[in-house]
């Protein structure tokens, strides 16, 4: 039996490859060279499946040029990469990597709000300086974290594990808001409460985006709504670049709108708003919270076993579009 041909768009750990390799045909990237949207289409054109990060957009005009593609994988819980509508209508089977990465996420998201309230970046980068001459009573004074008011924008999975975290550790109040309110049991759980936006973001001390970026979700938070929050108070991004306006928040720190700033994403990363780059007040990290060995490999793995699963039982473990699954217009 011949094997399917498969795309790796992205360097992976060596051992995905191997597992791929078992089972299929692969064209790998492990040089992780920049193919623009035309190099990408002209090497998927004959693949069955497609392993990707969240950089590789799969849209209409990419699979109009790939008639045979019938599955894109994605080693991202996110996928904005992907235009679902348009893979669904031409019966590809879309996959993302969701659960394994919940937890390591969340204490992503506890570590930047801590670094965060407490300048532990911009200390460090004043005492690398050499500016440390003598301790003073108001030296990198920040805000607290236990005991605090905690916001939380987006209640999926990763939300409610940073809820648990802030309730159960730091004896937080916990505040979130949502598009869906969670059950009172879960909500119980998470020790937090529903707030609608505007009172999430006039009584946080701490706000926390973890909302999935969509055409909705974009600029969730702009000038508008840095202007509600508390001088005091710090905002922290672990979603996707473009929840935020970089070039407000940039602002906002600068005039001391708000305190402090963490954001592991950015509006059209890997470049990030000279703004930011700036201002004392902002800990910047390239877009890690998923970021360690083990959870990377689970990512991978879960993206690798769905392309197995469905090139070579037409299964899937967490696909997003299941109504594609037997119904493929790529047969
Ligand atoms: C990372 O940003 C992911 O979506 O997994």
């Known amino acids: 039996m011949t094997r399917a041909k498969i795309l790796v768009a992205r ?3 060596p051992e995905t490859l191997a597992k791929l390799e078992q089972h299929f045909e692969v064209e790998a990237n492990q040089s992780d060279a920049d193919w623009g949207p035309a190099e990408l289409a002209a090497r998927l054109k004959d693949k069955s499946g497609a392993f990707t990060t969240g950089t590789e957009r799969i849209d209409a005009a990419l699979l ?12 991202a819980v996110g996928y904005n990469n992907f235009d679902v509508d348009a893979m669904t209508a031409r019966g590809v089977l879309a996959t993302n990597a969701p659960d394994v990465l919940t937890e390591t996420t969340a204490d992503f998201g506890f570590a930047l709000l801590m670094a965060t309230a407490r300048r532990i970046c911009e200390s460090e980068h004043s005492l690398r300086r050499g500016e440390w001459k003598k301790w003073r009573y108001d ?5 607290d974290v236990h005991g605090s008011t905690m916001g939380i924008i987006g209640m999926g999975r990763i939300g409610q594990a940073i809820a648990r975290r802030g309730a159960l550790g730091f004896g937080m109040k916990v505040i979130y808001h949502n598009r869906s309110r969670l059950a009172p049991d879960l909500e119980a759980r998470c020790g937090a409460t529903y707030a609608s936006k505007e009172e999430l973001l006039r ?7 973890v909302v999935p970026y969509s055409a909705a979700s974009h600029h969730t938070i702009g000038a508008a709504e840095l ?11 672990i979603a996707r670049g ?3 306006d970089d070039a407000a928040l940039a602002q906002a720190l600068k005039d001391k709108r708000i305190a402090a700033a963490g954001l592991d994403v950015f509006e059209g990363e890997p470049k990030v708003h000279p703004g930011l780059l700036e201002v004392p007040n902002v800990v910047l990290t390239p877009h890690i919270a998923s970021a360690t060995v083990p959870t990377r490999r689970a ?8 392309l197995i699963a469905y090139l070579t039982r037409g299964e899937a473990l967490t696909p997003l579009n299941p109504s594609v699954i037997g119904a493929s217009a790529n047969p």
């Open 11 to 13: 360097a992976v750990f």
């Open 203 to 209: 009584t946080a001390d701490h706000v926390v985006l």
């Open 242 to 244: 473009g929840i935020v």
């Open 64 to 75: 109009a040029a790939c008639p045979q593609l019938k599955i894109c994988a994605n080693m």
């Open 139 to 143: 030296m990198f004074a920040g805000s």
């Open 227 to 237: 202007a509600l929050m508390k001088p005091t108070a710090t905002l922290v991004n």
């Open 299 to 306: 990512m991978a793995d879960l993206a690798a076993d769905n």
